[in-house]
Nanobody, 124 residues
Framework: QVQLVESGGGLVQAGGSLRLSCAASGRTFSTYAMGWFRQAPGKEREFVAASNWSGRTTYYADSVKGRFTVSRDNAKNTAYLQMNSLKSEDTGVYYC?????????????????WGQGTQVTVSS
């Protein structure tokens, strides 16, 4: 079983930046695709961004393209979501997820392991 622990959430002003971290257990982290999802109050969980096993291939939701960046440090078993130019609409609980198949997907069901979630609040 793979365990994912998220950190880095908090309160930030609109226009500010925040970096989320997702630390993974296990020896096979470098073979997993990593995805990021979020859930705003009263809304369904939505795809945010993802990277393939190496981090060389990435994909972003239109709503965050140009503002968010995914990266990973396989030597540290950690994935990152850098969030810049934050907007109030970015507020929500953010989740990282790992997929055994190293190819990224935007579908939540494609990921087998999930972090506990971390709250991100962007104030106006």
């Amino acid at each position: 079983q793979v365990q994912l622990v998220e950190s880095g959430g908090g309160l930030v002003q609109a226009g500010g930046s925040l970096r989320l971290s997702c630390a993974a257990s296990g020896r096979t982290f470098s073979t997993y695709a990593m995805g990021w999802f979020r859930q705003a109050p009263g809304k369904e969980r939505e795809f945010v961004a993802a990277s393939n096993w190496s981090g060389r291939t990435t994909y972003y939701a239109d709503s965050v393209k140009g503002r968010f960046t995914v990266s990973r440090d396989n030597a540290k078993n950690t994935a990152y979501l850098q969030m810049n130019s934050l907007k109030s609409e970015d507020t929500g609980v953010y989740y990282c997820a790992a997929r055994k198949n190293g190819l990224l997907t935007t579908t939540p069901g494609g990921y087998e392991y999930w972090g506990q979630g971390t709250q991100v609040t962007v104030s106006s």
